[in-house]
């Protein structure tokens, strides 16, 4: 979900900057867009890179590919310093905790504004709207103060604590509810599809209260 919904929002996405994700997982979905020219994976560990190489390698597949570079540092540091250059970014980040807090502050989101092209789209896992209540209302405020368009989304992650999960794109212009249907390119996928991205955007009230407080 995190890589397919803002992949088809872009019109015609071919720089990708990935954002931790050092599984490789985003980087392998990326790919499957044939549009794509170059994927940049921001991972700031490592031995995360390794460990999915040698024990995930379904999903670090995708990380030999001649079009992905990979870069070993602070994706917050390297956002800052590549302007105007992605037309998708995307924050594979871990929780708000420790490295990865930095990925979830104004600062870095206006950092990421910086970085994308025109059109360019970005997409963050926001975390659980059943445990992160305190945290999802931050978080669209920032962006919604840095972008002109954002949308929340959920989806399921059997592995993940609280059942729902959400994701949030903020974009430079192009909006997720209104790709052609013709830019739906075929794909394969075990959950993905035209209607699921459709459908990911309907938020039930308990959601809907989180963005709506000031």
């Known amino acids: 979900m995190i890589a397919h919904v ?8 071919e720089q990708i900057l990935v954002v931790g994700g050092g599984d490789g997982g985003s980087v392998r979905e990326v790919l499957k867009h044939p549009s794509v020219k170059r994927v940049v994976l921001a991972e700031i560990d ?11 390698p379904s999903i670090a ?27 998708v970014i ?5 929780d708000p905790i420790g490295p990865g807090v930095g990925l979830f502050t104004k600062e870095f989101y206006q950092d990421v504004f910086t970085s994308l092209k025109d059109k360019g789209v970005m997409v963050a896992q926001t975390e659980s709207p ?5 945290l999802i209302p931050n978080l669209w405020r920032c962006l919604k103060n840095t972008f002109p368009l954002v949308r929340l989304f959920l989806g399921t992650v059997p592995t993940y604590m609280g059942g729902p999960w959400s994701w949030t794109l903020a974009s430079k212009g192009p909006d997720p509810l209104a790709v052609p249907p013709e830019r739906f390119i075929p794909l394969q ?12 955007f309907v938020l039930p009230p308990y959601v809907l209260e989180l963005l709506a407080e000031e």
């Not at 490592?46 to 995930?56: D, P």
């Not at 570079?69 to 390297?78: P, Q, S």
């Open 6 to 13: 803002v992949m088809h929002t872009h019109p015609h996405p």
């Open 90 to 94: 995307i924050i594979d980040s871990t």
């Open 46 to 56: 490592e031995g995360v890179i390794a460990a999915s190489k040698k024990y995930l």
């Open 61 to 87: 597949k995708g990380l030999e590919d001649s079009r992905v570079e990979l870069e070993i540092t602070d994706g917050t540091v390297y956002v800052r310093e590549h302007r105007n250059e992605f037309d």
């Open 189 to 200: 996928t075990r959950y993905y599809t035209p209607e699921i991205h459709k459908t990911a």
């Open 130 to 134: 059943v445990l992160d209540r305190a």
